[in-house]
């Protein structure tokens, strides 16, 4: 089966953290600014994650080798001598 390609445009927008959550840039802060009031600007300010079933949709149409996968938890073998 060939590789899926990643979307550019979602490589650029989207940030994947270790535990598997994706980071977005804050919307209203492109241009307009001296029309908002400052307290709308800074709480614009920065990262946010994105909600989870939005999350979901990234992950598996745009960006499919960010995805983490969930893996069973070990379970220590206890020797028996």
Same mark, same amino acid.
Do not use: I, W
């Given at each position: !089966?060939? /590789? !899926? @390609? $990643? @979307?550019?445009?979602?490589?650029? *927008?989207?940030?994947? $953290?270790?535990?598997?959550?994706? /980071?977005?840039?804050?919307?209203? !802060?492109?241009?307009?600014? !001296? #029309?908002? &009031? /400052?307290?709308?600007?800074?709480?614009? @300010?920065?990262? $946010?994650?994105?909600?989870?079933?939005?999350? *979901? @949709?990234?992950?598996? #149409?745009?960006? &499919?080798?960010? *995805?983490?996968?969930?893996?069973?938890?070990?379970?220590?073998?206890?020797?028996?001598?």
């Amino acid at each position: !089966m060939p /590789k !899926m @390609k $990643t @979307k550019s445009g979602a490589k650029k *927008r989207f940030r994947v $953290t270790a535990s598997g959550k994706v /980071k977005v840039k804050q919307a209203k !802060m492109r241009h307009m600014q !001296m #029309n908002k &009031p /400052k307290s709308m600007k800074r709480k614009a @300010k920065g990262m $946010t994650t994105m909600c989870q079933a939005d999350e *979901r @949709k990234v992950l598996r #149409n745009y960006l &499919p080798y960010s *995805r983490k996968t969930r893996k069973a938890p070990k379970v220590a073998a206890t020797q028996e001598a």
